[in-house]
């Protein structure tokens, strides 16, 4: 029998396989940052024991980190401690660190695949779980809690048992002005919160192959909101042509060597899948949560669902409660929802493409008075790269704030936050109670409909603003 | 690790589904660089709201948390675990786990028990009926007992004697540091490194 893209890439890191105990998965690349690692590295050094592999592991400074003045210390004295933490924690441990202010500082997930270490067939983890990202290359990535951490750090290995497969397959082509950041929305709602739990995603058919490296990303990102560990995507042309010559790519004949192994990582036509899901993406548009979690959502043009029509109790139930801390009424148009702030960024929508997706609705647009809108670059090699282009004047003369890199308000650890019942349009990937800051509303949508929200200050497709 | 084998205590009802790990611990307490101290973060939004079913005095002390299914989605923050844990919880049970949470809980010793939703539901319901009642989880014999409610539950073999020995997983991978050193000494040459 033919075997998936995830079972290869699984299979071919086997360590030891024994009967009756969990498989030991070899890990090419450790990914850290300040927040779930302090309490691993401290378990090392109670233990005696040294990282194994400094050379498959990078760190970076991101979930704390302010986006406003770069130079001055953390003012929030406990984030400061954390962040500092880091600092002595990779410099004991000869662990490669990017730190605030440094050329490749940035998310965690944008620095990975930025420096050509994120490549087809290699394992990642992170204690982080939208490490889920990186499967976008056909790697194997996924989120680990910070006891895995430790286990990675001082063994370059983790006990696996290899999870049941799914397929999401979307066929036919995204119509124009509906994004990847749409399309995983929309599947989230279709598959539910729980729907992959247990299983590697594999991302197929047309519509994914289409997709940009960037695009990829964003969907594999919230393969986590589905309940996957894990989302793959297989590597074709634009994955080599996106890795090619990045600072950790291979290079002349290794090069040739890796695009040869890279294209066998593929599904095998007869390989068999535990699950499998079909969608059509002609028939997508813009897709928003409504909710407290990120199956929650609905097309744009639709609106608030009425709890009363659910028929699953439990999920009646759910509804009920997050209208009550939303504050929505159901039969709203999902257009009439007025926000107070929109987000731009994230691990799962900070990439240069995002920004200029942004920038091309704000040129010549004002952003509505009384919203403000955080614009956060994944990385500040994103950022620089933006400013490059003039993203950030666009973004800047739009009435819009012009940020440094970080992880920001998508979890609100740094200063960027929402205040109670205050409402967002946020182009990261979760919408749950408090997230963006205690009693905080979140409505997940693409960039571009963040910047059309931003320029109307309700909930908006770039398609209804009036031309400029 | 503490062992665990089979534990007797009373149980909470938290009749919610999607308790996301945002909920169990928020953000703000994850900047701690200790693993201790979390106890006074769990669900502490929700512990705001004096109905919010913990802060009723009558589940003081209980140490099973009977929960909606997708529990512990959302973030691999494992601090949820450790807040759970530092709070008195030893076990929770729900329909259906999100799979970090329920991989991080099984690191620590806190026991997942995945039981259908209706049997999750009878057990809500008798620990609102009766808070005082007790609830027995035998991770030996994989079965749940609250009163006339018995439920067998499914754990792989590996995690049930690691819990039950309380051992730590560094430990036991350790012992393979040759096949480790093995495995490494046959990557190819062209996989990337940080240096």
Known sequence: MG?????????????????????LLYIDLHLVHEVTSPQAFDGLRMAGRPVRRPDLTIATEDHNVP??????????????????????????????????GDDGQGIVHVIGPQLGLTQPGMTVVCGDSHTSTHGAFGALAHGIGTSEVEHVLATQTLPQVKPKMMAVTVNGSLPDGVTAKDLILAII???????????????????????SMEGRMTVCNMSIEAGARAGMIAPDETTFAYLKDRPHAPQGAAWDEAVEYWTSLRTDDDAVFDKEVVIDASTLTPFVTWGTNPGQGLPLGESVPDPEAIADPTERQAAERALQYMGLT??????????????????????????????????????????RMLVVPGSMKVKQQAEAEGLHEVISAAGAEWREAGCSMCLAMNPDKLT???????????????RQGPGGRTHLVSPAVAAATAVTGRLAAPADLSAR | MEKFVTHTGRAVPLRRSNVDTDQIIPAVWLKQVSRTGFDKGLFSAWREDPAFVLNQPEYAGATVLVA???????????????????????????????????????????????????????????????????????????????????????????????????????????????????????????????A
């Open chain 1, 330 to 371: 159901a039969g709203t148009p999902l257009r009439d929802i007025a926000v107070d702030t929109v987000f731009v960024g994230s691990c799962t929508n900070g990439r240069i493409e995002d920004l200029r997706a942004v920038a091309s609705v704000l040129s010549g647009r004002r952003v509505a008075d009384g919203v």
């Open chain 1, 189 to 211: 709602a279709e598959i539910g919160t729980g729907g992959g739990q247990g299983h590697i995603i594999e991302y197929r058919g047309q519509a994914i192959r289409e997709l």
């Open chain 1, 67 to 100: 986006t406003t003045d770069l130079l001055a210390p953390i003012a929030d004295p406990v984030s400061r401690t954390q962040v500092e933490t880091l600092r002595k924690n990779c410099a004991e441990f000869g662990v490669r660190l990017h730190p605030m």
């Open chain 1, 420 to 434: 109670p019942g205050e409402r967002s349009a946020s182009t990261s990937n979760r919408n749950f109670e408090g």
């Open chain 1, 3 to 23: 075997r998936t893209l995830a079972e290869k890439v699984y299979d071919a890191h086997v360590v030891r396989r024994v009967e009756g105990e969990p498989d």
């Open chain 2, 68 to 194: 909606g299914p997708d529990f512990g989605t959302g973030s691999s923050r494992e601090h949820a675990v450790w807040a759970l844990q530092q709070y008195g919880f030893r076990v929770v049970i729900a329909p259906r786990f999100g799979d970090i949470f329920r991989n991080n809980s099984t690191k620590m010793g806190l026991l997942p028990v995945v039981l259908p939703a209706e049997t999750v539901e009878a057990i809500q319901a008798r620990a609102e009926r009766d808070p005082q009642a007790e609830i027995t989880v035998d991770l030996e014999n994989r079965q749940v007992t609250a009163g006339d409610v018995v439920a067998s539950f499914e754990i792989d073999d590996y995690t049930r004697w690691r819990l039950m020995e309380g051992l730590d997983d560094i430990g036991l991978t350790l012992r393979h540091a040759d096949a480790i050193a093995d495995f490494e000494r046959n990557r190819p040459a062209l996989l990337p490194t940080t």
